[in-house]
């Protein structure tokens, strides 16, 4: 038993450090993201978009993430989210919002990577019926620098 369990231990040992890739070292590297809630009566919307972004002399490779979450007490929420990518770019979109009769809350965000840019935008807005709508933009942008 124990000669059988070193062996297994050996082939392992020697499985996992042929697996293992070299790590190469960003020649250029970003972070972006951008967030936003709203709330109005019994209803609130959020939304979040984060990406980022790391050069080499292999390429460039990129992540992203994005969520939506929204409530409300006696009305009816909503919220989704759509990740598409493509060879030029990748895109993240949430949509958030609740509506309790007249009174609503919602909240949209976009994040891109295109290239050496980043970015992330969010709107909020809140409206009780009678009030002035509340209105929030957020926006970051990124370029990384040249290689």
Request: proline letters at 3%.
């Amino acid at each position: 038993m124990r000669k059988l369990l070193s062996i297994s231990a050996v082939a392992l040992a020697v499985a996992f450090s042929a697996a293992t890739a070299q790590a190469q070292d960003c020649n250029a590297a970003g972070t972006v993201g951008s967030a936003g809630s709203a709330a109005a009566g019994g209803t609130s919307a959020s939304t979040l978009g984060t990406a980022g972004a790391c050069a080499t002399d292999d390429g460039t490779t990129a992540s992203i993430g994005s969520a939506g979450s929204a409530a409300a007490t006696d009305g009816k929420a909503k919220s989704r989210t759509k990740i598409n990518e493509n060879p030029n770019q990748l895109k993240a979109q949430s949509k958030a919002q609740a509506m309790d009769k007249g009174t609503f809350s919602k909240s949209m965000t976009k994040t891109r990577v295109k290239g050496d840019e980043l970015q992330s935008k969010t709107r909020t807005m809140s409206h009780v019926p009678g009030e002035k709508p509340v209105k929030s933009t957020t926006e970051n942008n990124i370029l990384l620098p040249a290689q």
